[in-house]
């Protein structure tokens, strides 16, 4: 199985901070990585497929990049809705492998 | 606009068994996979496996074959997914996810099962 990790595992920032992201899968998955974002309670919202596309509705202050193992999820000015846990998740291969996640909460 | 609807909260007892539905509208569902994911409490996420548009295929995680089933019926647009064998270590949230562009690209709302004696 393709192992992904994620660092940090967790972050404080502040409102209007730069945040970024990495993940780093176990061997080359192209651009087969997605991002995904979870609050609380709730379901996982996807925010980027292929590494680098964002999704329907998401705001352009996500942005994703990277290929083959190594690949960053950027906040460009962080939200108060935006506090989080966000994973990412290989799609390569399967089986399907989600990172272990990183939470970004308030400083 | 896509929405999947999940069925409510189940409490098993060990080594009984658990059917899971999600309902589909908003787009084609016959032409999509279908993901399922767990998340047992304060933790990650957990690929389970996924169906084809037809339902003629799946895939599991070795960790769960042999006690997983999934289905789907594309009359009511509705996926399904069955574990088996349920232990403590089953109790969690149950999320479908479709697959239109990507992966997991919309997910239902969660179902949660708790396994208790």
């Known amino acids: 199985d393709i192992q992904m990790t994620q660092s940090p595992s967790s972050l404080s920032a502040s409102v209007g901070d730069r945040v970024t992201i990495t993940c780093r899968a176990s061997q080359d998955i192209s651009s087969y990585l997605a991002w995904f974002q979870q609050k609380p309670g709730k379901a996982p919202k996807s925010l980027i497929y292929?590494?680098?596309s964002l999704q329907s509705g998401v705001p352009s202050r996500f942005s994703g990049s990277g290929s083959g193992t190594y690949f960053t999820l950027t906040i460009s000015g962080l939200q108060p809705e935006d506090f989080a846990t966000y994973y990412c998740q290989q799609y390569n291969t399967y089986p399907v492998t989600f990172g272990p996640g990183t939470k970004v909460d308030i400083k | 606009q896509v929405q999947l609807v999940q069925s409510g909260a189940e409490v098993k007892k060990p080594g009984a068994s658990v059917k899971i539905s999600c309902k589909a509208s908003?787009?084609?569902?016959?032409?999509?996979?279908m993901h399922w994911v767990r998340q047992a409490p304060g933790q990650g996420l957990e690929w389970m496996g996924l169906i084809n548009p037809s339902g003629e295929i799946t895939t599991y995680a070795q960790k769960f074959q042999g006690r997983v089933t999934m289905t789907r019926d594309a009359s009511t647009s509705t996926a399904y997914l069955e574990l088996d064998s349920l232990t403590s270590e089953d109790t969690a949230v149950y999320y479908c996810?479709?697959?239109?562009?990507?992966?997991?690209?919309?997910w239902g709302q969660g179902t949660l099962v708790t396994v208790s004696s």
């Open positions: 292929g590494a680098s």
């Open positions: 908003g787009y084609t569902f016959s032409s999509y996979y």
């Open positions: 996810a479709s697959h239109l562009y990507s992966s997991c690209d919309f």
